[in-house]
């Protein structure tokens, strides 16, 4: 089935830059996404990027997308201790329902002040 | 971007009984979707909420225990029937206003059964 994988964790001092990485299976996905979820709260929508891209930045944040590869990477600059949350990747796949979500396992981003 | 609600943010229930979980839009939107998170785990889609017809759940969901209704373009909800600890997750909306723009997410109900 289709599949989307995440690193567990990231750890960056505040000030650094992140990267948080992303591989999916389904070739066929149209757009692929990056959510945010704070303690407690629902998914926040951070970003996406239509699959004929290669880069899209938005402020502080940059995604690549390596469509041979199929890797998404989202990179934070200038990280800040209210980043810290878990950011989930998610590709739009339309195999199954109509603009269903494979999300990852969710990156658990930690910031040092 | 659409702005969803949803309702009650938390609640803890007895075994054995039901309760439903409302989500408004505030504005219409094409499709309405339901997940499940449970506790440290990624979002596991439940089922599609149609407007008009009955919802299409995803395999290893059935009508049964998680009755949908969606009434119009900017309304759905999800009942947790015959709720038992393995219940115990947090459920979310999304509402997709056209194939072409990304899912937003309600905050979540946050349910725990004893």
Do not use: D, R
């Given at each position: 089935g289709e599949d989307v994988e995440q690193s567990l964790f990231l750890s960056v001092r505040e000030g650094d830059s992140s990267v948080i990485n992303c591989t999916y299976t389904d070739s066929s996905s149209t757009y692929l996404y990056w959510y945010k979820q704070e303690p407690g709260a629902g998914l926040q929508l951070l970003t996406y990027i239509f699959s004929n891209m290669d880069m899209k930045q938005d402020q502080r944040l940059t995604v690549l997308l390596n469509k041979k590869d199929k890797h998404l990477s989202l990179r934070i600059a200038d990280t800040q201790t209210g980043d810290s949350a878990?950011?989930?990747?998610?590709?739009?796949?339309?195999?199954?329902?109509?603009?269903?979500?494979?999300?990852?396992?969710?990156?658990?981003?930690s910031v040092k002040p | 971007s659409a702005v969803i609600s949803q309702k009650p943010s938390r609640d803890i229930c007895q075994r054995g009984t039901s309760l439903t979980i409302q989500c408004q839009v505030d504005s219409q939107v094409t499709m309405m979707f339901w997940y499940r998170q449970q506790p440290g785990q990624s979002l596991t889609l439940i089922a599609t909420a149609n407007q008009g017809s009955e919802a299409t759940y995803e395999s290893g969901f059935v009508i049964d225990k998680f009755p949908i209704s969606r009434p119009n373009l900017t309304f759905s909800t999800l009942t947790v029937s015959n709720m038992s600890p393995e219940d115990s997750s947090i459920y979310l909306c999304s509402a997709q206003p056209t194939w072409d723009q990304p899912q937003h997410f309600g905050d979540g109900t946050r349910l725990s059964i004893l």
């Open positions: 878990i950011y989930f990747c998610a590709e739009a796949y339309y195999g199954g329902s109509q603009g269903n979500l494979i999300f990852g396992k969710g990156t658990k981003l | -």
